[in-house]
Each structure stands twice: as C-alpha cells, then as structure tokens.
C-alpha cells in the first residue's frame, strides 16, 4: 500500500481458525492489518508456530513488516465445567461457587481460582459469562465453599469468566501458564507481549524482569480492564511501553456508562507520555456473522480515531468471523475517512521537561512544529531505540513519519505506533550522504515525489547512534 491509501491508524487483527490460511491472511495484510493478535487464552503452540512463520514470510513477499503481539490470558478467573450441559440460574435461589474438582449441577459449580473463598467477602458481587449473570455473596468458609444468591439469572454453560469488580483478587499477574506462554512467545521473537487484568504498575516490572531474563526483547502492551489499574494509570502507562483499552472486561468491572469518559482519559494520558493505544473490544461485533458493520459500530472506530488511539483492534471478528478480509477493508475504509478531519492532526504537546531526552524532545517537536507551519510531505527520523518515531508520532503530525533503523528488533515493532513506516537502513558513511541516500529510497518507492519538502533527524556523528540532536530541512 503506498501511503496515500494506508491510515495512519493501525489495525491490529485476532488470528484463529477463520484467518490462519496463507491466502486469508494474505488479503488481511494486503488490506490494512499492521498488527497480528495472537489470543494465547485458546490455541495451541503447534499452530501458533506456524502463524508466525506464515506471517514472517509474507513480510517478506510482501516487503511488509507487520508485528506480532503475543496476548497472554493473565488471571482470568472461570466456572469449571457443567455435568450436562449449561445450567439455569434463577433469580433468588443460592448457588454454591466451589474451588473442589466438581462438574457443574444446579445449585453447585466449581472454579480453579483457589483462592475464590479467601478473597471474597459477603455482599460483594460475582458477576458470570461478561456480567450477563449477577449473583451476590451470601457467605463463605473462607477455604473451599461461597455461597451466593442469584440477583440476575439465566444460563451458565461451562468455562464463562468470572468478574468481581468489589474484591481484591490476590492472583500473581504472571500465572503459571503465562509464564510458560511467554517462554514459548519469546522463543518465536514476538514483537509486543500483552499483559492481561493489569492492577498495577508493578505488574508491568515483574514481566519486563522475566522477558530480561529470558533475553527477549519484546515490547510491553498493558491492557486496562481493571477498575484498580484507574488508581495509578498515570505509573502504569509510564512503565508499559503501550496500552490497550480492553473495554470487555473493563465494561464489566466498572459501569458501562463510564467506559467512553474512561477510554478517552486514557488516550489522553497515553499521548502525554508518548505511549501508543490500542481500542479494543467489539468494535466491529456484528460482522462475526453479517457482510456490513452496523451504523453504531462504524461509529464507534471513528470515535477512537478521533480520541487518537494508535490502533483500533478485531477480536472474534477476525478470528473466528465469517468475513475476515470484509472487516478489515471496511475498517480502513473508516480510518482513511477519519484521517481527512483537521481534528486527527497536531495535538497539543507536553510541556518540556528538563530531562536526560530534552534536547531530542525539543528536535522532535521543533519537526513536528516546522510541519505543521511549511506543509512538509515527511518526517525522517534515525533511530536505534525507536524512541524519536513514539514521540513524533504521539504529536500526530499531518506529515508521513518514516523511521529508518539498522535495529531489526524494532523494524516490526513500530508497525504498531500511530503513522510510522518503519524501514531497514545500516550505512553510516557520513550525515549529508545518509540524508540523500534516504531521500533517494524513499523517491524510488513512490513515497515522496521531486519538490517535497522532507525534514531529517538524525544524531551527529551519525556512526555512534546517539540521541538525536540534529534537523535538517530540504527539498527532495
């Protein structure tokens, strides 16, 4: 795609049964996926192994780089199985949550969450199947029995989730079968490894520890679906290296009412700090089974264009939907829409702090400013951590943002980050012939045409890959 029909807002897509042949993905790709979701809450490693090969190597056919975002389950708290079938709750009668090894029958059903007993208290919520079903803790004996009154009834098949939006859940952010998810994922060089019910900024440092030791390099995705992440997001996101508004759970867990103030807080939080955001959850629901988005839905991925998320996601839609390839093309076709509005572009910019990066913060923003006020086609930045591609991009300049790195660990990873082209680039002869070459590239590959005014970053010397401290303005 060349730029004039590619978003500068990037589609991250679930993968499973409905998307994973060769010739499917090929078309998602071709039209606008920048970012494949592996749900590694189902699935198994087997074909996980060859997705991603089969996603490398049409990066390669294609001349792509599209990332790979690795989504562990995290704590996620579920009913056991049911004896026969799903079981009907009736409003006002008792069910009994037990952590024993029972198949459910009515009135009783257990949980693998061990811990249920000790962390629930009477009068607190325990809401079933994405809070579809409310029951009310009655009591508990504190090691293997709550009982609870069904407040909102219906049926319960097995395995449906289990929210408690009043407890304190005393789970480890990392589970045992995260842990082995994350070896495996590491081991396939993801790109992004997303971190289920974040509560915590600590949370964040327990993962990054681990990928340390393990010698991965992958970038971390915080997903915000706890009412407890709210009390420190400002930590959270500074910890995380992006967000995801995983409005599912989060809807749940707190009232639905409050989940549009909610995401747009967020997005806003993310762009002071020069974090992308990912929109998640619904966004297009109805085409799991139907050809055409409801009015509603197209509205909803405008919305979040326009609030400034990096990324708008596709979960069932993609990975078990009847029309995969349809939900893409229609969501770049709102993206591309969204983009003519003078609302996308130049959002205002955080202050300057006196900080170890002020002097390529200031570079960064003084391209952004100078692109705003000149009308130039592009912003060309060096780059080996990635660093001046977020904070560029964060100020949504109107400009293309290409990113030039001899870092392959980060070539996929910035395919993720709001209007970023990342491309691979390892001479380093001097400043001025760096400029042109790059300038030259770009011209070839019909991304900028004679007479554009570009502006370059880069670090002088270019060789040691230091911050960026240098802007230079030219015509291509």
Known sequence: ???????????????????????????????????????????????????????????????????????LQGPKLRVGEMADGPIELREGTELVITTEAVKGVPGLVGTSYAQFPQ?????????????????????????????????????????????LPNTKVSLPC??????????????????WVGLSFVRSARDIIELKHQIQAEGGAARVVAKIEKPEAMLEIDEIIRESDALM??????????????????????????????????????????????????????????????DHADAVMLSAETSVGRYPVEVVKAMNKILLEMEKSEVMYNVPEPALTKNDRMVTDTICMASVRMADAIDIKAIITMTHSG??????????????????????RILNMLNLVWGVRAQYYDKTVSTDHTVADIK?????????????????????PIAEQGMANMIKLSEV
């Open 440 to 460: 030259h590239i770009l011209r070839r590959k019909q991304l900028v045409e004679k007479g554009d005014l570009v502006a370059n970053i880069a670090s002088m």
């Open 119 to 163: 962390d629930v208290k009477p009068g607190e919520l325990v809401l079933l199947d994405d809070g579809k079903l409310r029951l009310q803790v009655k009591a508990t004996d504190g090691k293997q029995r709550v009982t609870t009154t069904v407040v909102n009834g219906g049926m319960l098949s097995s395995n449906k989730g289990i929210n």
């Open 1 to 71: 795609m060349t730029p004039a029909q590619d978003p500068k807002t990037k589609i991250v897509a679930t993968l499973g049964p409905a998307s994973s042949a060769r010739e499917v993905l090929r078309e998602m790709l071709l039209n606008g996926v920048d970012v494949c979701r592996l749900n590694f809450s189902h699935g198994k490693y087997d074909a996980y192994k060859e997705l991603i090969a089969t996603i490398r190597s049409l990066n390669e056919e294609l001349g792509l780089t599209t990332a790979i975002l690795a989504d």
């Open 245 to 306: 508004v995983a409005r599912g759970d989060l809807g749940v867990e707190v009232p639905m009412e409050q989940v549009p103030l909610l995401q747009k807080d967020i997005i806003r939080r993310c762009l002071l700090q020069h974090r992308p955001v990912i929109v998640a959850t619904q966004m297009m629901e109805s085409m799991i089974q139907n050809s055409t988005p409801t009015r509603a839905e197209v509205n909803d991925v405008a919305n979040a264009v326009l």
């Open 174 to 191: 990392l589970t045992e079968k995260d842990r082995k998810d994350l070896t495996f994922a590491l081991s396939q060089g993801v790109d």
């Open 387 to 408: 660093y001046t591609a977020f904070k560029i991009s964060s100020m949504r300049p109107k400009a293309h943002i290409f990113a030039f790195t001899s870092n392959k």
